[in-house]
């Protein structure tokens, strides 16, 4: 059974950065994309970003594009998410996710019935 765990989420103020991580134990986890969701009280469930297997194709919300980073490491089993400029809107749990290779995945990244897989979640809370 695949298991996600996220951590390194935490209370920041307006502007500042912080780095999530994803620890996957997925068998052949380079198989798989990878994605980031949140969920905030206000906004229900959005997708954040996304990541192919192999790690040369990313995917971003327009609300998280040019401030956040997702990258991969296959070797160790990792996804990372890298949050800059956090706004109060940012503040949300937010979730790992993986999903078994699809060469549709540029079209369904966003839906999470795309994802077989989730983590418990990490709670982000941005201070103005």
């Known amino acids: 059974q695949a298991q996600l765990v996220e951590s390194g989420g935490g209370l920041v103020q307006v502007g500042s950065s912080l780095r999530l991580s994803c620890a996957a134990s997925v068998r052949m986890f380079s198989d798989h994309n990878m994605g980031w969701f949140r969920h905030s009280p206000g906004k229900g469930r959005e997708f954040v970003a996304g990541?192919?297997?192999?790690?040369?194709?990313?995917y971003y919300s327009d609300s998280v594009k040019g401030r956040f980073t997702i990258t991969r490491d296959n070797g160790k089993g990792m996804v990372y998410l890298q949050m800059s400029s956090l706004k109060p809107e940012d503040s949300a749990v937010y979730y790992c996710?993986?999903?078994?290779?699809?060469?549709?995945?540029?079209?369904?990244?966003?839906?999470?019935?795309?994802?077989?897989?989730w983590g418990q979640g990490t709670q982000v809370t941005v201070s103005s």
């Open positions: 996710t993986a999903a078994y290779y699809s060469s549709n995945y540029y079209i369904t990244k966003a839906v999470p019935a795309t994802y077989s897989y």
């Open positions: 990541i192919v297997g192999s790690g040369m194709h990313t």
